[in-house]
C-alpha cells in the first residue's frame, strides 16, 4: 500500500509541523523534505535505539536530527562542505547554552562598537569572491556589516561556540540579510533589501538555537557523526555490518544546481574562495545537472548494460538533435542521465557491505521532465538499478505529486523501500 503525506495539491508537503521546528530550523533547505516523513520510515523499519541509521545524502542533517530526537544512533555524508557543517551543528547538543549566549552577546557588543569605527567605510568582497555569489544577492549595506560581524566572530573565536555561532550567521545571512529568493531554483528577489538589523537577528537566533539544545538536554548525548565526504564512495567513512537503516534523499536529475543554493554562505564562511574550490566541492557531488558534468568522469560505466537508461539517454539526445539545439550544456543532458544513475549504482554497490543482513533503505526521488520534456521515471529506474544490484525491492510509495514548470503535469515523488539481505 503507498503512503502519501500530502493532499492532492501537494500542500502537506513543506509544511512543518510546530514540533518539527526546533532544531530542523536552524538552516535547512527550502525543498528538504519534512521531518514527519522521516519519523513514518523509523516506525515502519521497527527502528529504535539499538540502531544506526544512515542519510548518505544528509543535506542539512533532517534524518539525522530526527533520529537524535527519537534517541536512536545515526550517521550522515554530506559533500557540500558548508551544508556538513550545518548538519553536524545540528546534531551536537552538549553546549553550555549559558555560556553560548554569553559569548554571543560579547561578540554584539564589539560588533556594535566595530560599526561605529567603520563608519561610512564599507567592508565588501574581493572581486573573486564577488564573481563567485549570485550577482545582487545581497546588497552593501547589510554585506558590510555580515563582514564585520565574521570578522568579530573570528576575532573572539572560541571552538566550544563556533559553529552555533556560524550556523546562526548562515540561516541569517539567507532569509534575513540576503535578496536570495527561492522556487523551483534559487534567484534574487526585484525588492532588494538595503539594510537589516543584522546582530540583532544574528544574536535572536543564537538565543533561539540554545532554547531547542536545553528542550532536549536529554538527548544530547545519543550518537550523530556527519562524515564530509563523497556519497558514491561511502564505505571509506563507515564501519562494516553497521547500518540498520538508510532513509535518504539523493539530488534528483534535473537542472538544479544544488551548489547555487548554498553559494553566498559557502564564500562567506570561507568554504569556497575560488572557481578552482568550487569546481572541486562539485567534483565530489553526483552528477545531477549540466553544470557538474567533467570529462575524466567515469560513473556511467556502472549502468554500461542497463538498456532502459541508455534508451533514456539516447531519445533525450535525439529529442535535442530534432529540436535543433546545440548549446554546450544542452549537448550534456544526455550524459546527466548516464552520469546520475551510474552514480547511484555506484552508491548502492559501495554501499552492501556496510549494511547489516535486513536492513532496510528508503530513497526519497522525483520523476522529471526538464529534458526536452521526457519523462524521466526516476523512482522505478532507481528500483531496477537496486534490484540488478541484489537488492529487494520492497515497494515504491508515493511522497507527494507536484507540478512540473516544463509540461505543466503533475510529476511524482516517490520512496523507493528496499532490503539489503546479505
Same mark, same amino acid.
Given at each position: ?22 532544531? +530542523? ?8 523534505? %519534512? ?15 539499538? +540502531?544506526?541509521?544512515?542519510? %548518505? ?11 537524535? &530526537? ?38 554584539? &557588543? ?24 549570485? &550577482? ?7 554585506? +558590510? /556589516? ?11 573565536? *572560541? ?11 548562515? /540561516? ?18 526585484? =525588492? ?18 540554545? &532554547? $531547542? ?10 550518537? $550523530?557523526?556527519? +562524515? ?15 547500518? *540498520?537503516?538508510?532513509?535518504? $534523499? ?109 536492513? =532496510? ?62
Amino acid at each position: 500500500m503507498s503512503y502519501v503525506v500530502q493532499a492532492k495539491d501537494g500542500s502537506e508537503l513543506n509544511r512543518f509541523y510546530e514540533d518539527d521546528l526546533l532544531i +530542523h530550523n536552524w538552516y535547512r533547505f527550502v525543498l528538504s523534505y %519534512p521531518p514527519h516523513l522521516v519519523k513514518h520510515y523509523l516506525q515502519k523499519f521497527n527502528i529504535n535505539n539499538g +540502531h544506526w541509521v544512515l542519510d %548518505p545524502f544528509c543535506g542539512t542533517g533532517t534524518t539525522l536530527v530526527e533520529c537524535k &530526537k527519537q534517541e536512536i544512533s545515526s550517521v550522515g555524508i554530506e559533500a557540500n562542505p558548508v551544508v556538513q557543517l550545518m548538519a553536524e551543528t545540528k546534531t551536537k547538543w552538549d553546549v553550555d547554552t549559558a555560556a553560548l549566549i554569553k559569548h554571543a552577546e560579547a561578540i554584539a &557588543k564589539e560588533f556594535q562598537a566595530r560599526i561605529i569605527q567603520y563608519g561610512d567605510n564599507l567592508k565588501t568582497l574581493s572581486n573573486e569572491q564577488g564573481k563567485l555569489i549570485i &550577482k545582487d544577492s545581497i546588497s552593501p549595506i547589510p554585506l +558590510h /556589516k555580515a563582514l564585520v560581524l565574521l570578522e568579530v566572530m573570528n576575532e573572539y573565536y *572560541d571552538p566550544d561556540f563556533i559553529n552555533y555561532e556560524k550556523t546562526a550567521f548562515a /540561516k541569517q545571512l539567507v532569509y534575513a540579510y540576503s535578496n536570495l529568493k527561492f522556487g523551483p531554483e534559487v534567484g534574487v528577489s526585484r =525588492k532588494k533589501k538595503l539594510d537589516a538589523d543584522v546582530i540583532g537577528l544574528w544574536l535572536n537566533q543564537v538565543n533561539e538555537i540554545a &532554547k $531547542s539544545i536545553e528542550f532536549y538536554d536529554k538527548q544530547k548525548n545519543v550518537i $550523530s557523526v556527519v +562524515h564530509l565526504a563523497d556519497s558514491r564512495n561511502p564505505g571509506m567513512k563507515l564501519l562494516t555490518n553497521d547500518i *540498520d537503516a538508510v532513509i535518504t $534523499s539523493p539530488p534528483y536529475p534535473n537542472e538544479k544546481d544544488y551548489s547555487r543554493t548554498t553559494r553566498l554562505e559557502s564564500v562567506l564562511l570561507g568554504f569556497i574562495t575560488s572557481k578552482e574550490d568550487l569546481r572541486r566541492h562539485k567534483e565530489g557531488l553526483l552528477r545531477s545537472n549540466t553544470r557538474n558534468i567533467y570529462v575524466n568522469d567515469t560513473d556511467e560505466q556502472w549502468i554500461a548494460h542497463n538498456g532502459r537508461i541508455l534508451e533514456l539517454a539516447d531519445s533525450i539526445e535525439k529529442r535535442r538533435i530534432e529540436l535543433e539545439k546545440d548549446s554546450g550544456f544542452e549537448k550534456l543532458y544526455h550524459k546527466v542521465i548516464k552520469h546520475y544513475f551510474g552514480g547511484m549504482a555506484r552508491h548502492l554497490e559501495e554501499l552492501k557491505p556496510k549494511l547489516r543482513p535486513g536492513a =532496510k533503505l528508503a530513497y526519497v526521488v522525483g520523476d522529471q521532465a526538464s529534458y526536452f520534456r521526457i519523462l524521466i521515471q526516476t523512482g522505478e529506474i532507481l528500483a531496477d538499478i537496486a534490484r540488478d544490484a541484489g537488492y529487494n525491492v520492497m515497494n515504491i510509495d508515493l511522497f507527494r505529486t507536484r507540478l512540473s514548470t516544463a509540461t505543466k503535469e503533475q510529476l511524482r515523488e516517490e520512496v523507493v523501500l528496499l532490503q539489503w539481505n546479505g
